[in-house]
């Protein structure tokens, strides 16, 4: 088992959008949603989670198009992957 960040999916998204993640060892995990700015617009998961396979969804209406980044940490793992919404 290992670490595991996927592109989001679909991508680019409207209005919603889905991000699958991977954990080896059950550890404090944290998802957030950034923009370009390098701004948090919103934290998706932030709790100890066992290891396993997670999907999360992620929709915002509040969001104008463009880039954003999503970064997932776990443990020693970081990982930062870029999506796309378009309106």
Same mark, same amino acid.
């Given at each position: 088992?290992?670490? /595991?960040? !996927? +592109? %989001?999916?679909?991508?680019?998204?409207?209005?919603?959008?889905?991000? &699958?993640?991977?954990?080896?060892?059950?550890?404090?995990?944290?998802?957030?949603?950034?923009?370009?700015?390098?701004?948090?617009?919103?934290? /998706?998961? !932030? +709790? %100890?989670?066992?290891?396993?396979?997670?999907?999360?969804?992620?929709? &915002?209406?509040?969001?104008?198009?463009?880039?954003?980044?999503?970064?997932?940490?776990?443990?020693?793992?970081?990982?930062?992957?870029?999506?796309?919404?378009?309106?």
């Amino acid at each position: 088992a290992a670490f /595991l960040l !996927n +592109q %989001n999916y679909p991508n680019p998204f409207n209005p919603e959008t889905k991000i &699958n993640f991977s954990i080896p060892k059950t550890s404090n995990t944290v998802l957030k949603v950034f923009n370009t700015n390098g701004t948090e617009v919103q934290t /998706l998961v !932030n +709790q %100890n989670l066992q290891a396993g396979t997670y999907s999360v969804e992620f929709g &915002n209406t509040n969001l104008t198009s463009g880039i954003y980044f999503y970064t997932l940490t776990s443990g020693e793992f970081k990982e930062t992957k870029k999506m796309i919404l378009v309106k």
